[in-house]
């Protein structure tokens, strides 16, 4: 009978701590603003929304990794603003859905094909790795023209 | 040179002694070692024992999910501490969260083996200390009625229709049953189980397999306690009346065989 409500206690005791739901992994396209120059990564005050959204992605914030949400469509554009001269950035990709867990659900994986841009700041974009994975990781490099200023 | 000698020679004297010393010890610790043989050589379950785990119900309280189910088991000392089990049981999985709504379930059996390991004091203790072998299986179905994957460019939902499997594996435990009644027992038991090659039923994955846990896991830990009766029924006694009753009525039934006398007419003719 001691055993029995020693295990009882246990269960209450564990059941305390269940019900906790990992948020489901999100793949995301990393980007890194490199200096064409030195192909060092340089920082700039980066604002930029999806095409066809109305709200921010990212407003007016000093980075050097900047990153994407792709969408299941074949494209994804968006408008980025670096130190307030702004280009549109066209990703062409495949989606694949993924299995998680029953607990953390499904997400999407990409695969990048090619990206298209405006040339006002952006000089050119190198695609390092064309996976776009859950595990974040630099998938292009975007270089960008540096200030007169300076600005690295 | 002769002191030399004599003292190497009674160096070789005293080392050859010391591992004779430590051979003659070396041989009575084998014989320490010798277990004695179990003296309990006898059945002390009359007739089979059923039981019902009363942990199943309330699995919800240890695991991810709402799963809950109900398992019986039947056991026999088929000879001396030996033990043969089969277990059946049907369990349910219910998840449900903003991103996922899964629901699996299906029925399960196990047999295999125990073996008690503690040693009778006399006919009346009942009291087993086990270890035991399971092989189990499983006939499930799972569904995701519906899942939504949340992103910057507006959600995505949709659904996954019944999809039906078959997983198998093996179980490894450890236990203890003791009467706690005249006839009624309780016991409990902590089991590894280690999946078995099991066929992939495609998109999604199997989530959850009943009578194992996740599916996902080569291995899982598991605790029951269950209550069984034995039912008071010595089968053995009966089979043995009745192989006796057919000893004693069989040379009742036979007729004496008509020995026939051999002709000998023609003899002494």
Known sequence: ?152 | MRILSLTLVLCLLAAFSNGQTHKVQKEKEKEKKVKPKREDNYIRLKGLRFGMDVTRPFQYLWTKGDRYGTEFSGDLEISPNLFPVFESGYEFMKIKTSYVDYSGQGSYSRFGLDYNFLQAENKNDKNILYGGLRYGFAFASQKVNNYLIDSYWGPTTGSFSNQNYFAQWGELLLGMKGEVFHNFYMGWSIRFKIQLNNKAIGYPLAYFIPGFGKAANGSNFDLTYSVYYNIPWDFRKNIGVKKLKAIVVKPKSVKKPVVKKPVLKKLTD
């Open chain 1, 1 to 152: 009978m001691k055993q029995f409500l020693l295990l009882i206690t246990i269960l209450f005791i564990a059941s305390a701590c269940k019900e906790i739901y990992e948020l489901p992994p999100q793949a995301m396209l990393q980007a890194t603003i490199t200096n064409p120059t030195t192909n060092l990564p340089m920082t700039s005050k980066v604002t930029y929304k999806g095409i066809g959204r109305d709200s921010m992605w990212v407003s007016a914030t000093s980075v050097n990794l900047i990153t994407f949400p792709l969408s299941t469509k074949e494209t994804t554009s968006f408008v980025v603003s670096f130190d307030a001269t702004v280009d549109t950035i066209s990703f062409n990709h495949t989606s694949t859905q993924k299995y998680g867990s029953m607990e953390t659900g499904f997400y999407y994986e990409y695969k990048l094909k090619s990206i298209n841009s405006t040339h006002h700041r952006i000089l050119s974009i190198d695609i390092t790795d064309s996976l776009v994975t859950t595990i974040w990781h630099e998938n292009i490099k975007l270089n960008i023209s540096p200030l007169p200023s300076g600005g690295v």
